[in-house]
């Protein structure tokens, strides 16, 4: 059984590129799973959300909605996800792109 890594927040803010607030406001808004936290409740992050937290991060800088991303993570990833789901948000974005 492969053990999971333990990451601090600023530590998945320096691998993510992404201020740690804005980590804060992910978890807030449910695009990023809620971490754990230690008995003195500091969040300790996985290989997961530094996964999650890459894609979250590429999507709204693609203009993706925090709805947007949540839509497409909670379809389950790669292994769940039908292409077609995503194409789906994937197009109901790009059509309020090019109607902006």
Do not use: D, W
Request: charged share 25%; glycine share 12%; net charge positive.
């Amino acid at each position: 059984m492969r053990v999971e890594e333990s990451i601090t927040i600023g530590e998945l803010s320096r691998r993510t590129g992404v201020n740690i607030e804005t980590i804060r406001y992910f978890e807030r808004v449910g695009v990023l799973a809620t971490p754990p936290r230690t008995s003195g409740g500091r969040r300790v992050y996985g290989t997961g959300h530094v996964r999650a937290l890459g894609f979250v991060r590429r999507a709204r800088e693609l203009g993706f909605s925090p709805a947007e991303v949540r839509a497409i993570l909670s379809l389950g990833g790669s292994a769940q996800a039908s292409c077609s789901e995503v194409r789906e948000i994937a197009a109901h974005h790009l059509g309020v792109t090019t109607r902006k």
